[in-house]
C-alpha cells in the first residue's frame, strides 16, 4: 500500500522564518556589501512564500489579500514610472527595486494562507524565534574570538572590516542592523522573565544586551534605552493591578537611580572596551549638534535630494527614480523614499511604519484578551517596542528595507494582522467578501 506524505505546511513556514536569518549572504566570496548575497536570499525567501501559499491554496481573509495586492500593486507602478520618467540617469541596478513591493507582499501575505492559534503560534513562531535568538548571540559573542576559522565563518555574514574590528554584526551586515533586531530580542526576553520569571529569559536578556552593546551601534543603543523605557511605561500604564503598577514603578525607579550611581562606572566601561560607540554618544552629548558628523551627512543628504526636486515638477509626486548611478547610497529611510519615488514614497513609508505601531499593540490586546499565552504576548509587545522606535531609528537609516529585517517586518505584521482579524472569518477555508 503506497502511503501519501503530505508536507506540514506549518513546520515549513518555521523553516523559512529561520532561514531567512541563517542564510549566508557570502560576503567573502561575492562581494563585502552583500548586494549579490541579498538578491539571492531575497530571491529564494519569494520563491519559498508563493510556493507556500501555492500549497496551501487557501486565503482566510479576502479582504486583506485584495487590500495588500492593491497597496503594493500601486506601490510597485509608481516605483515603475519613477523609472522611466528618469531613464537618463537608468543603469541596470535600479531594476533590483521593482522586486521590493512583491517581496514585502508575499512576507505579508504568507501569514494569511494560515489560522493561527496559540499552540501553533507557540510552536512555529515563538519556537523558531528563540532558535534565532540563541544564533544570532552566539555569533554576537563569536565576534570576541580573534581565530581565523571563526573570522572565515563570520565573514560569511558581514564586512570584512566588522570582523577585523570585532564588532558584533551576528547574522546581519552591518552592525546597526544587528544592534536594530537584537531591540526586538531583548525587550521580548525581558517581558517573558518579568511574566515567568523563569532564570533562562533572565540570561538571554542580558545577553542581547551585552551583544547589541559589542556591535557599538549608536544608533543600535539609544534606540535600545529608549525601548525599554517604553516597555516599562507600557506595562505599568497597561496593567490593571495597582499593587503591580506600584511594585513596577519602584523597581524601574529603582532601576533608574542605580544607573545613575554607576554612570562614572559606566562611562569608564565604555569609554575602555567600546570606543567607537563611546566617542559616538560623547559628541552627540557635548557637542553642538551642527557639529556631530553623522549628523551633517545625513543634512547634506536631506540638502541635495530637496535640490534634486527642483529638475522636474514630476519628481516631487513620483520621485527620481532608485537612482543609484547617481547616489547609490542614502541613509535616512525618509530621504530614500522621499527622493526615489516622491511623496507618493514618502506617504507609503510613513504608512509601513506607522501600521507596525497600530497592527503589533493591537496584537497583543487581542492575545491578552483571548488568553493566548505569555509566549505570545511577548512576540507582540517584542515587535511594539521595536515598531516604536523605529520612526526614529528611521533618522539614522533605513532598516525598513535591510536584508532579513524586510522579510521578518513584513511576516509579522502580517501575522499580526492575520491574528487579529480570525474573529472576522466566517469560516476558515473561505474566502470573505
Not at 352 to 366: N, P
Amino acid at each position: 500500500m503506497k502511503v501519501k506524505l503530505k508536507p506540514n505546511s506549518y513546520a515549513l513556514l518555521s523553516l523559512v522564518l529561520i532561514f531567512n536569518f541563517i542564510f549566508p549572504t557570502f560576503n567573502f566570496y561575492f562581494d563585502d556589501k552583500a548586494s549579490t548575497g541579498s538578491i539571492i536570499l531575497n530571491s529564494i525567501l519569494l520563491l519559498l512564500s508563493i510556493g507556500l501559499m501555492l500549497l496551501k491554496n487557501t486565503i482566510y481573509d479576502g479582504k486583506v489579500f485584495r487590500s495588500s495586492v492593491i497597496f503594493f500593486g500601486l506601490f510597485s507602478m509608481v516605483i515603475s514610472l519613477s523609472i522611466l520618467f528618469n531613464l537618463k540617469d537608468f543603469i541596470i541596478r535600479d531594476l533590483f527595486e521593482l522586486h521590493r513591493p512583491v517581496f514585502y507582499a508575499s512576507a505579508f501575505l504568507l501569514p494569511q494562507f494560515f489560522f493561527w492559534d496559540r499552540k501553533k503560534i507557540e510552536k512555529h513562531i515563538f519556537l523558531p524565534v528563540m532558535i534565532v535568538l540563541i544564533y544570532e548571540i552566539l555569533l554576537g559573542i563569536a565576534a570576541l574570538n580573534k581565530t581565523e576559522t571563526i573570522k572565515y565563518f563570520l565573514s560569511l555574514y558581514t564586512k570584512n572590516h566588522n570582523v577585523i574590528s570585532g564588532r558584533a554584526t551576528g547574522t546581519f551586515v552591518n552592525p546597526y542592523d544587528y544592534a536594530y533586531m537584537m531591540v526586538f530580542f531583548a525587550t521580548c526576553s525581558i517581558y517573558l522573565f518579568i511574566k515567568t520569571k523563569k532564570l533562562i529569559y533572565l540570561i538571554k536578556s542580558i545577553l542581547s544586551i551585552y551583544v547589541t552593546l559589542i556591535s557599538q551601534s549608536r544608533t543600535g543603543f539609544i534606540i535600545l534605552l529608549l525601548a525599554l523605557i517604553y516597555l516599562m511605561i507600557f506595562l505599568i500604564v497597561s496593567n490593571k493591578n495597582m499593587s503591580v503598577k506600584f511594585k513596577m514603578l519602584i523597581m524601574s525607579t529603582f532601576l533608574i537611580t542605580a544607573i545613575l550611581t554607576a554612570f562614572g562606572t559606566i562611562e569608564r566601561l565604555l569609554k575602555e572596551n567600546y570606543p567607537y560607540l563611546y566617542s559616538g554618544l560623547y559628541s552627540l552629548i557635548n557637542k553642538d549638534i551642527s557639529e556631530v558628523s553623522s549628523f551633517n551627512a545625513r543634512l547634506e543628504q536631506l540638502i541635495w535630494a530637496l535640490n534634486e526636486f527642483s529638475k522636474s515638477p514630476v519628481t516631487v509626486i513620483i520621485g527620481n527614480g532608485p537612482g543609484k548611478g547617481i547616489r547609490e547610497y542614502l541613509e535616512m529611510q525618509y530621504i530614500v523614499y522621499f527622493y526615489r519615488y516622491g511623496t507618493i514614497g514618502l506617504f507609503v513609508c510613513i504608512v509601513y511604519l506607522f501600521y507596525g505601531v497600530y497592527i503589533t499593540s493591537r496584537a497583543y490586546f487581542y492575545s491578552r484578551k483571548k488568553e493566548y499565552g505569555v509566549k505570545t504576548e511577548a512576540l507582540w509587545i517584542g515587535l511594539n517596542c521595536l515598531a516604536v522606535v523605529t520612526p526614529i531609528a528611521s533618522m539614522s537609516n533605513n532598516f525598513i528595507d535591510q536584508i532579513r529585517i524586510s522579510y521578518f517586518l513584513f511576516f509579522m505584521m502580517g501575522l499580526a494582522t492575520a491574528v487579529t482579524r480570525q474573529d472576522d472569518i466566517v469560516k476558515p477555508g473561505i474566502i470573505k467578501n
